[in-house]
C-alpha cells in the first residue's frame, strides 16, 4: 500500500514510454498516477482523471482492482480514437440492503468521461479487468473489434469473492461506445467554432474566451446515465 492509502493498481500504457495506473484508495476515491520515465517516478493526475471516481459513504467502499485498459477503437466514422476504459464497481445507496455492487463500464479519452452502463447483470460483482481485440481483416471478410469484461463473482453475502470468474462479451457496450465517440466529436466541432473567424482579434484583445487556446484544453466532463427513476450524476473539473 502506497504512503497515499491506496493500493490494487491497475497500469496501463498510454503512449511510447508513458504510463498510467489507477488505484483503490482508503478515502473510498480511484487515485490516477501518470509516469513519464517508465515507472521510476510517478504523479497524480489531479485535474483529469484521479479522483473523479469515488463513493461517500466512507467504510463501503471495498479495495478492489479495476479493470483499465487503453484501446484504439474501429467504427468511429472514418477514424480510429484512442480512449481509455474502466470497469469498477457501483456501491448501493443504501447501507444493509439486499442490492448487489453493479459493475459499470466508463469511457473516456482524458478530456470527457461518460458512464457507459452496468456490465455485471445481477451478479454482486468485485474485481474486474478488460480486453479489447480490433477488427481485423480476414480473407473474405472483415472482423469485427469485441470488447470483453472479465470480473470475479461473489457468493450470497460473503465479503470474498469466489474462485469463479465471469466472462461478459460487450457487444451493445461497445457500439454504445462508438455512438458516445461520434457525439463528442461533433459537440467539440460546435465548440471549436463557437468564436467566428472575422471577429478573432477583437475578442482576443478584450480577454473573453474566444482566444487562440482551446477552451476544451483541460476540461473533464463526467456525464452519467440516471442511478435511479428520479437521480442522476454530473460533474464537471478543469
Not at 483529469?48 to 478492489?64: A, P
Request: charged share 30%.
Amino acid at each position: 500500500m502506497s504512503a497515499d492509502g491506496c493500493s490494487d493498481p491497475s497500469v496501463v500504457e498510454r503512449e511510447k514510454d508513458k504510463l498510467m495506473m489507477m488505484t483503490a484508495c482508503d478515502d473510498g476515491r480511484r487515485r490516477v498516477y501518470e509516469s513519464g520515465d517508465k515507472g521510476e517516478s510517478w504523479t497524480e493526475a489531479l485535474g483529469t482523471l484521479s479522483r473523479v471516481w469515488g463513493n461517500n459513504k466512507k467504510g463501503q467502499m471495498k479495495r478492489v482492482r479495476s479493470g483499465f485498459i487503453t484501446a484504439t477503437i474501429d467504427g468511429v466514422g472514418t477514424e480510429k480514437r484512442n480512449v481509455i476504459l474502466v470497469t469498477l464497481p457501483v456501491y448501493p445507496k443504501e447501507d444493509g440492503g439486499n442490492e448487489k455492487d453493479e459493475l459499470h463500464l466508463w469511457l473516456t479519452d482524458n478530456t470527457h468521461i461518460v458512464d457507459i452502463g452496468p456490465v455485471s447483470g445481477v451478479d454482486d460483482a468485485a474485481a474486474s479487468s478488460l480486453l479489447y481485440k480490433g477488427a481485423e481483416n480476414g480473407d473474405n471478410e472483415k472482423k469485427e473489434d469485441k470488447l470483453i469484461a472479465l470480473y470475479e463473482k461473489k457468493k450470497g453475502d460473503e465479503e470474498k469473492p469466489s474462485p469463479g470468474m465471469v466472462s461478459v462479451l460487450l457487444k451493445k457496450e461497445l457500439e454504445r461506445v462508438k455512438e458516445v465517440l461520434e457525439t463528442w466529436k461533433e459537440v467539440d466541432g460546435r465548440v471549436s467554432k463557437l468564436c467566428p473567424t472575422s471577429s478573432a482579434e477583437h475578442y482576443k484583445s478584450t480577454g473573453s474566451a474566444c482566444s487562440a487556446v482551446k477552451i476544451t484544453d483541460g476540461l473533464v466532463g463526467f456525464l452519467s446515465g440516471n442511478f435511479s427513476d428520479k437521480n442522476g450524476r454530473t460533474s464537471t473539473s478543469g
